[in-house]
DNA sequence: GATATTTGACCAGC
DNA sequence: GCTGGTCAAATATC
């Protein structure tokens, strides 16, 4: 009988991570995970089950992924070196009359995916761009770095609602921060950016302190209300957190958008619905190191921004 | 008036 | 040829 060869188990290994990651198991567990939305401090029954389900996943992930680090095949993490630093979007414009849609298309640099429930990263961003994605129910949205001219941040995010989940958002992140945007930034102090590649994979549960101080981005910025809070701000001065993905960080401003959380927020706070508690569990799932938060492509009507 | 968002157009890659 | 990513003019908002 022949051998399996190494390739074929670290493509194996690879298709469970996926799976894992993307939008089946995990976010299925996720929306169970949603369904309850108990507090922290109280599990029992399916709570309890949904909550070493998701734990579960995370043991998953940190074992395939640590088995063969090394293989190529096993990198479901993209990092790799862009081709050149010069590749910004104008080193190769022809001299159109429009140079709509000229650029140099990103090839690979380094991307990090994120799903969240909601929330924000601190950082600036502006929306450039939104598509509809072939057989997805809901828009992707574009976002650069606020800083990209002034300061020529490379960062870039696209945002799409999920769609087996549309509570949550899956963010993907190319390149990083070279902007001073945010003080989280840097890994020294940003307990996020682990220089272990496999932390990245847990999942992080942690008691969210619902405050009912969350207009402020919702009905400023209806569309993109997470792109934009932090935008006139200079930097450094970012105070919108509320992705806090870390208890070491200080909750600055929760923010749960009344769509995302139709039955239990209102604007005087929350209701006693199913999920209601102050406390819940926010559940970030962060498949790359690096950077954290999502967006809301949608408008107040939760519609998605499409054209 | 300045800045951000929307949206159609264009191009790269498959 | 199709799809996704980006640009930039037009528009909206502050």
Redo the contacts with the bound molecule.
């Keep these: 009988m022949g051998t399996i060869s190494p390739e074929k188990i670290c493509t194996d290994r690879k298709r469970a991570i996926e799976e894992l990651i993307k939008d089946r198991a995990r976010d299925t567990a996720a929306q169970l995970q949603d369904l309850f939305g108990k507090p922290t401090g109280d599990l029992r029954g399916p709570e309890e089950l949904v909550v070493k389900l998701l734990t579960s996943f995370t043991v998953s992930l940190s074992v395939l992924t640590s088995s063969c680090r090394d293989c190529e095949v096993c990198q479901i993490p993209v990092t790799t070196q862009v081709g050149s630093p010069s590749s910004?979007?104008?080193s190769?414009?022809?001299a159109?009359k429009?140079?709509?849609?000229?650029?140099?298309?990103?090839?690979t640099s380094e991307i990090r995916v994120e799903v969240s429930t909601a929330s924000e990263d601190g950082h600036?961003?502006?929306?450039?761009?939104?598509?509809?994605?072939?057989?997805?129910q809901f828009p992707?949205?574009?976002f650069?770095c606020?800083h990209k001219h002034d300061q020529g941040c490379q960062a870039?995010k696209?945002v799409q609602r999920i769609q087996e989940a549309p509570h949550m958002y899956r963010t993907t992140y190319?390149g990083h921060h070279t902007c001073r945007s945010h003080p989280l930034n840097s890994p020294s102090q940003n307990p996020l950016l682990h220089s272990d590649p496999l932390e990245p994979y847990l999942l992080h549960f942690e008691p969210k302190t619902i405050t009912t101080e969350k207009k402020h981005n919702h009905h400023?910025?209806p569309?993109?209300p997470s792109?934009?809070p932090s935008?006139?701000k200079e930097c450094g001065e970012e105070t919108v957190q509320s992705n806090n993905l870390s208890g070491d960080l200080p909750v600055v401003e929760p923010i749960v958008w009344p769509e995302l959380m139709p039955l239990e927020y209102s604007s005087s706070g929350y209701s006693t619905a199913s999920t209601s508690t102050s406390h819940g569990f926010d559940m970030d799932l962060l498949l790359e190191s690096g950077d954290f938060g999502s967006d809301f492509p949608y408008?107040e009507n939760d519609f998605p921004?499409?054209?």
């Design positions: 910004g979007e104008s190769k414009r022809p159109a429009d140079r709509r849609g000229c650029y140099k298309r990103r090839s600036g961003w502006r929306k450039y761009g939104q598509k509809d994605i072939l057989n997805a992707r949205c574009y650069r606020t870039t696209q190319f400023l910025y569309s993109c792109s934009v935008v006139k408008d921004l499409a054209s």
